[in-house]
């Protein structure tokens, strides 16, 4: 190192009693940060082997999230107490960006949806309602596709993936009344249904996870109910890729009404 330096660093003057000269006490202070640095980059490293050592950046569309979370945050943490969970909410659009950028590490989102390179798997399918203002089909316990045609269909304002999803899987190209409101939410929409400003339709998990205004009524739709796809996106080869597909898998079973740790419920391929 003096070779190097071209200057002392030890001071030989005592042969009895070595000892740091100034520049060598400046580099030996360098030095142990250095250690201590690289110390800590090799625990990180080791921790990164075990599951759940990282926090997750999760995004979630927001007609999943205020649904869907409630049910499925309390058992990922109590199953998996040093879980750190980041969850972010955003539209579908915004949500692939960040995904694909490494701003996120996975999404949880609706299809279908051009999720470009990220990878893709859907863990459940769920079926649109009808929701109408109270009375509007006196008498009725289901609805049709052209029923609701009829009416005047309310969507959520543009950016939102649900209204493709709505005119997509119903393939409705006759509307009588396209309505766009600019409702930003579904408990929006759902409030402007029960005040009569016209009908839309909702997801399973909204019409069995949320409080339903009173002056809606919620029919099945006959005689084959439209239905979105629910599932995550990542980064392929993403290096918390395990955490993700653990955390995945458990959400999965969550959703399908089973225990996290219940073998009897998997998802096949993928994982």
């Known amino acids: 190192?003096?070779?190097?330096?071209?200057?002392?660093?030890?001071?030989?003057?005592?042969?009895?009693?070595?000892?740091?000269?100034?520049?060598?006490?400046?580099?030996?202070?360098?030095?142990?940060?250095?250690?201590?640095?690289?110390?800590?980059?090799?625990?990180?490293?080791?921790?990164?082997?075990?599951?759940?050592?990282?926090?997750?950046?999760?995004?979630?569309?927001?007609t999943i999230a205020p649904y869907?979370?409630?049910?499925?945050?309390?058992?990922?943490?109590?199953?998996?107490?040093?879980?750190?969970?980041?969850?972010?909410?955003?539209?579908?659009r915004q949500l692939v960006e960040k995904v694909s950028e490494g701003t996120l590490d996975f999404?949880?989102?609706?299809?279908?949806?051009?999720?470009?390179e990220l990878q893709q798997l859907p863990l459940i399918e769920e079926k649109f309602y009808g929701a109408a203002p109270k009375g509007l089909f006196s008498g009725k316990t289901e609805i049709t596709l052209a029923e609701i045609e009829e009416q005047k269909l309310l969507l959520l304002s543009e950016g939102h993936c649900l209204s493709d999803h709505i005119l997509e899987a119903c393939n409705m190209k006759h509307v009588s009344q396209l309505q766009d409101v600019s409702a930003t939410s579904l408990s929006t929409l759902m409030q402007l249904v029960s005040h009569g400003y016209g009908v839309t339709l909702l997801p399973e998990m909204v019409v069995r996870e949320?409080?339903?205004?009173?002056?809606?009524?919620?029919?099945?739709?006959?005689p084959d109910a439209p239905s979105r796809k629910i599932g995550v996106v990542w980064r392929k080869n993403a290096a918390l890729e395990k955490d993700i597909m653990l955390v995945t898998l458990s959400i999965f079973r969550l959703m399908h009404g089973k225990g996290i740790f219940d073998d009897s419920c998997n998802i096949t391929g993928e994982i």
Do not use: C, Y
């Open 210 to 222: 949320s409080p339903l205004p009173k002056g809606m009524d919620i029919l099945p739709i006959i």
């Open 1 to 62: 190192m003096e070779a190097i330096l071209g200057a002392k660093v030890i001071d030989r003057g005592n042969r009895a009693s070595l000892k740091f000269t100034p520049l060598g006490e400046d580099i030996l202070a360098h030095g142990r940060k250095t250690i201590a640095s690289l110390t800590d980059i090799t625990d990180r490293a080791r921790r990164l082997q075990k599951p759940l050592s990282w926090p997750l950046k999760l995004g979630v569309i927001p």
């Open 107 to 116: 999404g949880l989102m609706a299809f279908p949806f051009d999720t470009k």
């Open 68 to 92: 869907l979370l409630p049910t499925i945050l309390q058992p990922l943490q109590k199953a998996f107490p040093t879980l750190k969970l980041n969850v972010h909410e955003l539209q579908s």
